[in-house]
């Protein structure tokens, strides 16, 4: 399993960014995918998680009503529309994926074996 992630970049505060993540190697129907984020100083912490299969998201309370984690069965990719950026989600994001995940651990970033290389976001207020 190959994961590419892009699409970070510099935003001012209440600005709009969208994170992609390429996902190769095998199929994915039955793979959780994830977002993770890590400032510096801090540990990794849960974005938002997908279940390729069904595509209902799960998301980090932090983000709730700005993110929208999203996936396009063909192209094998999964989105993260990020709205409304502020300066606390300045952080270096990172999808990951693993196989048949319980709901109860879509949000623990050691439940996943697969990650991509991270794409930095960076918000100026």
């Known amino acids: 399993v190959q994961l590419q992630a892009s699409g970070g970049g510099l935003v001012q505060a209440g600005g709009s960014l969208r994170l992609s993540c390429a996902a190769s190697g095998r199929t994915f129907s039955g793979f959780v995918m994830g977002w993770f984020r890590q400032a510096p100083g801090k540990e990794r912490e849960f974005v938002a998680a997908?279940?390729?299969?069904?595509?209902?998201?799960y998301y980090a309370d932090s983000v709730k009503g700005r993110f929208t984690f999203s996936r396009d069965n063909a192209k094998n990719t999964v989105y993260l529309q990020m709205n409304s950026l502020k300066p606390e989600d300045t952080a270096v994001y990172y999808c990951a994926a693993d196989w048949n995940l319980g709901s109860s651990s879509f949000n623990n970033y050691r439940s996943y074996d697969y990650w991509g290389q991270g794409t930095l976001v960076t918000v100026s207020s």
């Open positions: 997908i279940r390729w299969s069904a595509g209902v998201a």
